[in-house]
């Protein structure tokens, strides 16, 4: 069975930095894309950042500069790196993979708050 274990969210006051990581255990299809989605309280979930197997990253505009994607194919892991955090960052991030067969794998959800 697949499953997504994402770490590294909690509280940060803005300007602060936070790392966010995704483990994937029990896959057995490649990972094509590995990215991480948002969803700020009565927003829709939005893609923050995307990285594909050949190394190229998709940013949201309001994340490029600050935030920084990448994985590590031998882990199964994805990593969001978050500089300059802002209040606006606030929400439940998530990490997403789409293996070469399709399939949409989903984290559970990590609770990033920047707040003063």
């Known amino acids: 069975q697949v499953q997504l274990v994402e770490s590294g969210g909690g509280l940060v006051q803005p300007g602060g930095s936070l790392r966010l990581s995704c483990a994937a255990s029990?896959?057995?299809?490649?990972?094509?894309?590995m990215g991480w989605y948002r969803q700020a309280p009565g927003k829709q979930r939005e893609l923050v950042a995307a990285?594909?197997?050949?190394?190229?990253?998709n940013y949201a505009d309001s994340v490029k500069g600050r935030f920084t994607i990448s994985r590590d194919n031998g882990k199964n892991t994805v990593y969001l790196q978050m500089n300059s955090l802002r209040p606006e960052d606030t929400a439940v991030y998530y990490c997403n993979f789409v293996t070469s067969i399709g399939q949409q794998l989903w984290g559970q959800g990590t609770q990033v708050t920047v707040s003063s």
């Open positions: 029990g896959v057995i299809f490649s990972l094509n894309v």
């Open positions: 990285i594909i197997s050949g190394g190229h990253t």
